[in-house]
């Protein structure tokens, strides 16, 4: 077990752009998750937290850090980690994308930040993205401590995903490969796996559009080169499984902040889009040019504006 607040023994503390970002790991009912606490720029007494992480396959150094340092510029406390299976952070088997076992890690890490005392536990809002944005989606619905919601460019469906990606007469391979990766694991034999990316958006991968293999090639290469291109097949099934839009109407009477991008082929806009007026009041929905990966990049102060003004205005006092 991990104490919580504390430092692992040879851990430092990193200095971030004029703040002090410290390393920090909490335990997750068994599975150990690592990453970063920023604390808010000026604070003198507990105040609200943010509480992050990434999306399919991505880790915490992958454009993270620059989000949570706008938000702890902007008075908030910001808590990131890696999903499990990833990263920094523990958890069998490696590369493996559970989207229940992150939503429970989500919650881990919102009781974790409650402890910290530079935290109100009373103003935790939560952020994520792409996948993670799925998450927060549920969160929000599920997890009344949590006071503010951003999704940023969300799944909404696996189900429908699948089919916007995948060409029809592909899907049938597919459900037969996780069929056989099914009756392997039951022999006892690991589970496969498969890349996230491919640079040929027809061969076999995850994410199979070609900005996602742009973004993931480049970004792996320039700021997280621990960053693995492959999943277990199973997480695909898992994926597909996934139906995260549903739980939007649940989400009231917590603020909910939905982001989403014009041009976004790999978790189609449309469908972010439709599934928005499924949610009540409060909500705001705000589309910004550009694709799934400028939320990242060239989009960032957008992205990342629209998020701040939401959380401090709902989190701030």
């Not at 930040?113 to 952020?127: K, N, Q, Y």
């Not at 040929?200 to 970004?219: I, K, N, V, Y």
């Amino acid at each position: 077990m991990v104490a919580c607040g504390r430092l692992r023994p040879g851990m430092m503390s990193s200095e971030v752009i004029g703040m002090t970002r410290r390393d920090i790991e909490f335990d997750a009912e068994g599975v150990i998750l690592r990453g970063w606490f920023y604390p808010a720029e000026g604070a003198s007494a507990p105040g609200p937290a943010v509480v992050m992480s990434h999306g399919y396959s991505a880790v915490k150094e992958m454009y993270l850090d620059r989000f949570a340092e706008a938000f702890a510029a902007a008075g908030l406390n910001v808590l990131v980690y890696d999903n499990r299976c990833f990263g920094a952070s523990d958890g069998e088997p490696r590369q493996e994308i559970d989207p229940w076992a992150q939503i429970r890690d989500y919650r881990h890490a919102i009781t974790y930040a409650s402890t910290l005392p530079e935290v109100d536990p009373a103003r935790i809002g939560i952020w994520g993205s792409s996948y993670s944005g799925a998450h927060v989606l549920v969160l929000g619905a599920i997890d009344r401590r949590v006071k503010a919601v951003v999704s940023q460019v969300p799944l909404i469906s696996g189900h429908a995903n699948l089919r916007a990606l995948v060409r029809a007469d592909f899907i049938a391979g597919f459900r037969a490969q996780f069929d056989a990766d099914r009756m392997a694991r039951f022999r006892g034999e690991p589970p496969a796996m498969v890349p996230v990316v491919d640079k040929d958006p027809l061969a076999p991968s995850a994410l199979p559009t070609p900005d996602s293999w742009e973004w993931f090639s480049e970004t792996g290469n320039t700021r997280a080169p621990t960053w693995r291109n492959e999943v277990t097949l199973r997480s695909v099934e898992m994926f597909t499984e996934y139906e995260p839009g549903i739980y939007l109407p649940y989400i009231s009477p917590t603020p909910l902040l939905m982001l989403v991008a014009t041009g976004d082929h790999l978790v189609p806009s449309e469908l972010a889009i439709a599934a928005f007026d499924t949610a009540h009041q409060p909500k705001e929905l705000v589309i910004v040019p550009g694709g799934h990966f400028d939320a990242y990049t060239k989009g960032f102060e957008a992205f990342s504006g629209h998020a701040r003004d939401w959380f401090t205005r709902y989190l701030a006092s």
